[in-house]
Every structure is written in C-alpha cells, then in structure tokens.
C-alpha cells in the first residue's frame, strides 16, 4: 500500500491516514511517499512497515534495531522535530503556547558513556524494534570511542567463550568498567580482560581492579558504582546542570529541596548557590553514594533522605523557597502535586526526560504555579528523547 506521511507522533514515528483511520510507520520522513505493509491492525489504528531497505551512513543496522528512532533525518530535521513534539503536547495539555521554544543542541554521535548488551552464544548485540530478537552489532556509532574498542575485544572473545549472556561497559573519562554475566570461566574472563579495564565484574563479583570509577562533572567529582545511576551523556547532563545551575543562582535561593536525586549531582552542584540543600532519593545505594559524594567534595551544606518523595517531604522541618524536581519518565505522583499545591513554595525548577508528564504535571500544578519559561536539551541525539527544563512560580494571589 503507498501511503503519504502527512505528521510525526511524539515517539519520532510517520502518520499517514487511509480512509480516515490513522497509521504509524516507524523510520519514515514527513512529505515521503512509501509503500508499507501493514503489520498491525487495531480498531482505530494500524501500524505498518516500510517495505523498501532504508540505509543511514552510520549505521548498518539503522532499519531494524530499537535503539534509534530518528537517525534518517538530518540534524536540523531532528532538532525541529523535537521542538515541534514538545510544542504539540502543550499545546494539547496544558494551557501553554510554547511559540519561541530553545532546543540546545550535543553532538551527533559517539555519546554514550554506558550500553547494555545482550549475547547470545557467540552473538552480541541490541534488540530488534519491538521485540527480544538479537540484532549481532559490530560497531555502534552512539557509543563513545572506549566502549567501541572493548565492543570489538568482547566480539572476539566470544567467538571462543560462548557462555555470557549479557556485557554492561560505562566508560567514564577515560575508564572502563566491564560488568559481566553468564557462565563462562572466571579466569579466562580475568585473563582476558584485567589488562584493558579498570574494573571488572563477574555475575557480581568484583574480579578485577577499583569497585568504582569517578566523574568529573562541573568541576564536581562524582562517584559511578558498578548498580549507580549516572546519565549517559556527559555533555548533554553538563547542559542541563549548568540550566539548572543559572537558574538557582538569578532565582537567590535559600533552602533548596532536590526531590528525586539519584546520587545527588544536582544537590551537590547547586550547594555552592544556597544556605542548605535536601535530597531525598528511594533507592538505598544512590543516597549512600550521594553521601559519599558530598564527602568526596568537601561540601558540608548538604543532607540526603531515603524513602518515596512523597512521604519523606511530609516528614521534613525545614521551609524550602526551591524545588527541583527530576522525576522518572512516569512523572510526579498525585500525592507529591497534592503537597507541592499545599506547600505554595516561591519556585520550582523541573528537569524531565517525558514531555507528556511535564505538561500533564504543570497542567494539575497550574492553579497555584505559573510556568515562566521552558528549554530543551537534545542529550539523546537520533533517538526521539529529550530532557527539559522548566520554571514554575508561585502565582501572586490578589
Ligand atoms: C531521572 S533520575 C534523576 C537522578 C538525579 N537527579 C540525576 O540527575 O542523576 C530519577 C530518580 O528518582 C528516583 N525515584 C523514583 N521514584 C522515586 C520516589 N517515589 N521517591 C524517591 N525517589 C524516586 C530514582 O531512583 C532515580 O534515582
């Protein structure tokens, strides 16, 4: 069937419509003309495929692998496509025209400082689109130059050990850190690895050099453990903590309350700009790390809470002026809106990975916070996310 690619869909796929039934085609380009085969038939939408073999320059397996949904369009494309998605869910959620949005661009390729791979006998890679198929990759040219280089030792490895299942590599500043699993000799792995890594670990195991490899972020250190979370894109995050940095220093903060702060990198870079900040983080090992980061740093003006956001924030004492929020995909809870309307604190800055829970956030937020400005940072280049980050003020109240 050829069809007409008439918009995008926030997730980066084509929409063609056929007989007023709409129909998303992943990897195709607004205004193209293409022949698709239908792969999924539902009431009100289909999904369909294109037929013909799509080729991007930097990578062999653009076509069938999940990792990358944007890539055939050229960088301006992706960048307007992203301002554009963004515009699109506000102006369908909330009550916000965003005409004049920024987009801060990174660049294109070789970014990614941590990648997941799964293997299968003496086959690494990625899975297909929508489904647990290995697709065997060579060379991914999202991943910094390290990681590339140990891709390649891992391929040659496993063309004899064939009893790994999965290969985690984060490569920071110049380290690597090798996490495997599976059920291959622990000393061929040692032998085969210990030279080239930093620190190695097998189904747990600590079996080679340092437990953990540090970051430079700002000018602030940053411990990564081998289970931490740390974003994948150093210039990317450096973008939107440096947003978030600005924005703490005009708005002449007090106490600051940094709510969902992983290891607590934006507690920890805003603390030289206001008299105290809070974190409070539910996993146990990030707030022990962002302890021991506060340590690492010298800062003393610093305090991390473990527990669901919504129930420590109840429990503390203190009166905020400032909330960050950086909330997972799935947004804020109902019961953190609810205080957040109560609380009535002066701003909040919200950094979000999910534009359709930001705008549904500042949507039930809105009676008492105004959104006073909005920028885009492009840390996921050739795939469809973004980050954002916004300023809500206290409205005044006649
Ligand atoms: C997007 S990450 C942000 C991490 C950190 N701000 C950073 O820049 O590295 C979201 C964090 O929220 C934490 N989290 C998720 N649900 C939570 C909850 N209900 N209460 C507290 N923390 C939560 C996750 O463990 C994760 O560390």
């Not at 000018?219 to 979370?229: A, E, I, L």
């Not at 709510?259 to 700009?273: A, E, F, K, P, Q």
């Not at 340590?295 to 924030?313: A, C």
């Not at 002066?346 to 705008?359: E, G, M």
């Given at each position: 069937m050829l069809v007409k690619i008439i918009d995008y869909d926030h997730l980066g796929r084509g929409i063609a419509k056929v007989e007023n039934k709409v129909i998303f085609i992943s990897k195709v380009k607004m205004g193209e003309e293409v022949s698709i085969d239908i792969v999924k038939d539902k009431k009100r939408y289909s999904i369909g495929k294109r037929c013909d073999t799509l080729k991007v320059k930097y990578c062999p397996y653009y076509q069938t692998c999940g990792g990358c949904q944007i890539g055939h369009l050229n960088y301006d494309e992706q960048l307007e496509f992203k301002k554009n998605a963004v515009k699109n869910i506000f102006s369908k959620y909330t009550n916000y025209n965003l005409d004049s949005l920024e987009i801060i661009s990174t660049k294109c390729y070789n970014y990614r400082n941590k990648v997941t791979f799964h293997i299968k006998g003496d086959k690494l890679g990625y899975y297909e689109e929508e489904t647990n198929n290995l697709i065997p990759i060579d060379k991914c040219n999202l991943l910094d130059s390290d990681i590339i280089t140990l891709t390649a030792s891992l391929n040659s490895f496993i063309k004899v050990h064939k009893k790994l299942t999965k290969a985690i590599i984060k490569s920071l500043d110049g380290r690597l850190m090798l996490i495997l699993e599976g059920r291959e000799d622990k000393e061929s792995i040692k032998d085969f690895f210990s030279s080239t890594v930093s620190s190695l670990y097998y189904n747990n195991e600590l079996i080679s050099?340092?437990?953990?490899?540090?970051?430079?972020?700002?000018?602030?250190?940053?411990?990564?453990?081998?289970?931490?979370?740390?974003?994948?894109?150093?210039?990317?995050?450096?973008?939107?903590?440096?947003?978030?940095?600005?924005?703490?220093?005009?708005?002449?903060?007090?106490?600051?309350?940094?709510?969902?702060?992983?290891?607590?990198?934006?507690?920890?870079?805003?603390?030289?700009?206001?008299?105290?900040?809070?974190?409070?983080?539910?996993?146990?090992?990030?707030?022990?790390?962002?302890?021991?980061?506060?340590?690492?740093?010298?800062?003393?003006?610093?305090?991390?809470?473990?527990?669901?956001?919504?129930?420590?924030?109840?429990?503390?004492?203190?009166?905020?002026?400032?909330?960050?929020?950086?909330?997972?995909?799935?947004?804020?809870?109902?019961?953190?809106?609810?205080?957040?309307?109560?609380?009535?604190?002066?701003?909040?800055?919200?950094?979000?990975?999910?534009?359709?829970?930001?705008?549904?956030?500042?949507?039930?937020?809105?009676?008492?916070?105004?959104?006073?400005?909005?920028?885009?940072?492009?840390?996921?280049?050739?795939?469809?996310?973004?980050?954002?980050?916004?300023?809500?003020?206290?409205?005044?109240k006649k």
């Open positions: 050099g340092v437990s953990s490899l540090t970051i430079d972020v700002l000018s602030k250190k940053f411990m990564v453990r081998k289970d931490s979370f740390f974003q994948v894109n150093k210039e990317g995050i450096s973008l939107i903590y440096k947003e978030v940095i600005n924005l703490v220093k005009e708005l002449d903060c007090n106490i600051i309350y940094d709510l969902y702060c992983g290891t607590g990198t934006i507690s920890l870079l805003v603390s030289d700009y206001a008299k105290k900040v809070i974190g409070i983080e539910v996993v146990e090992d990030a707030v022990r790390d962002a302890k021991s980061n506060a340590k690492l740093n010298n800062i003393t003006n610093t305090e991390f809470y473990l527990g669901d956001v919504s129930k420590v924030i109840k429990r503390l004492d203190y009166t905020p002026d400032t909330i960050i929020l950086d909330p997972p995909r799935s947004g804020l809870s109902k019961d953190l809106i609810e205080f957040l309307l109560s609380l009535k604190v002066k701003n909040i800055i919200y950094v979000s990975c999910n534009p359709l829970t930001l705008a549904r956030d500042i949507n039930l937020l809105d009676n008492e916070y105004e959104l006073k400005s909005i920028k885009l940072v492009d840390e996921f280049p050739n795939t469809y996310h973004l980050e954002s980050i916004a300023l809500l003020k206290l409205r005044k």
